[in-house]
């Protein structure tokens, strides 16, 4: 019997199982990712969608699994938590980290602690925000590494809220509704205070104001819990909700106004990730799309998904050290399979072995982990 493209009624709430297509939007998002760096290097806003469904997955798969945890242990287990994320992202960022840091060695480059440590202690991101503003480049392939610092950042307050309220749906909904509201008022007042930062690219990594691209999914998480899912559901995994989701994106995608791209764009974009998400996982309707979602090939990218944002950015440096510059022929193709080759490796053999060890600290849970977003 072939496997469910989409989850029925009865599994909106969180439940345990597989959750059809969401490996298939990870390969989307990862595959928009990686060649929007290989082959459309100069316009990072193509690259940049990857990451606003890759946050809004993390959010409202995450949310999700604490719901479910609450029913079947009845409580959540902070500690658990985190050692769960600690199994999930340190293994392939130490190896990721000696690689580069050999690689650097042997080529004489010189290795920055400074950077190290703001990627293992997740301020990668205000980092490079500040290099960028004193015209300090840095210096190790580190910095495509930054959405990892967002979530963990969002991730030190979500369970620890969820926690406090023992999930009760009100407090979490307003707690969602302000994690999409404040980034937005947050960079309507940077760029206003700090006009120097338009263009900078601060906004889209500070954590501040990129709370709202995975509370969004959150918000999903909560609706699915509530006793309207049903209809919140089949309106929003409709296909006109879909379709008006992907007009939004290419429209805001278009519009080229520097204020309109530092704040309410995120916000839009952010927003429409939730019919995708929910005509994927639900819909009933958008059949072709779930079965490209659902194809094994695709799932396996998915799966991989993690592996293949870390070891991109080093397979562009690798390719450019040894002498291939972006402008000749092939450039893109070589990366992208030297980053499945590089992924394939830290997936079955750093990242594998350490899915029992994290499973330890599940109280109940058989829903696959979510993954880091990327971007």
Not at 98 to 110: E, P, Q, R, Y
Not at 204 to 225: K, P, Q, W
Not at 333 to 362: D, K, M, N
Request: with cysteine; hydrophobic share 50%.
């Amino acid at each position: 019997m072939p496997p469910a493209l989409h989850l029925d009624p009865d599994n909106i709430p969180a439940s345990t199982g597989r959750i059809p297509g969401l490996d298939g939007l990870r390969a989307l998002s990862i595959l928009i990712v990686v060649c929007g760096h290989f082959f459309l290097p100069n316009t990072g806003g193509v690259a940049a969608l990857g990451v606003y469904v890759f946050f809004a997955i993390s959010g409202f798969l995450i949310t999700r699994l604490l719901f479910l945890e609450q029913k079947q242990a009845g409580s959540v287990s902070a500690k658990n938590f985190y050692l769960r994320r600690f199994f999930r992202l340190y293994p392939v960022l130490l190896f990721y980290l000696i690689v580069i840091s050999t690689v650097n060695a042997l080529h004489g480059d010189k290795n920055q602690p400074q950077e190290i440590f703001a990627v293992l202690l997740y301020y990668i991101n205000y980092l490079t925000g500040y290099r960028i503003m004193h015209n300090e480049p840095l210096l190790m392939q580190v910095g495509v590494l930054w959405s990892l610092s967002i979530e963990e950042h969002f991730y030190l307050i979500v369970p620890l809220f969820f926690i406090a309220v023992k999930g009760r749906l009100r407090p979490l909904f307003w707690f969602a509704s302000a994690a999409c509201i404040v980034p937005l008022f947050l960079r309507c007042l940077y760029v206003q205070v700090w006009p120097e930062i338009v263009g900078q690219l601060i906004t889209y990594r500070n954590s501040e104001t990129r709370f709202d691209s995975i509370a969004v999914g959150v918000m999903l998480a909560i609706l699915c819990e509530s006793r309207y899912r049903e209809k919140i559901v089949s309106i929003l995994s409709s296909r006109t909700a879909f379709a008006l989701a992907g007009l939004t994106v290419l429209l805001s995608v278009l519009v080229k106004n520097d204020l309109f791209k530092e704040t309410v764009r995120f916000t839009l974009i952010s927003a429409s990730c939730v019919p995708l998400i929910c005509g994927i996982v639900f819909g009933k309707k958008l059949w072709f799309f779930q079965r490209i979602a659902n194809v094994p090939f695709v799932v396996w990218i998915g799966k991989l998904s993690y592996s293949l944002y870390v070891w991109h950015g080093f397979s562009v440096y690798l390719l450019v050290t040894f002498g291939y510059q972006r402008h000749f022929p092939g450039f893109g193709v070589a990366g992208i399979i030297l980053t499945f080759a590089l992924a394939s490796v830290s997936y079955y053999l750093v990242e594998t072995p350490f899915f029992r060890l994290r499973a330890q600290f599940a109280h109940a849970s058989k829903i696959d982990p979510a993954l880091p977003a990327i971007p």
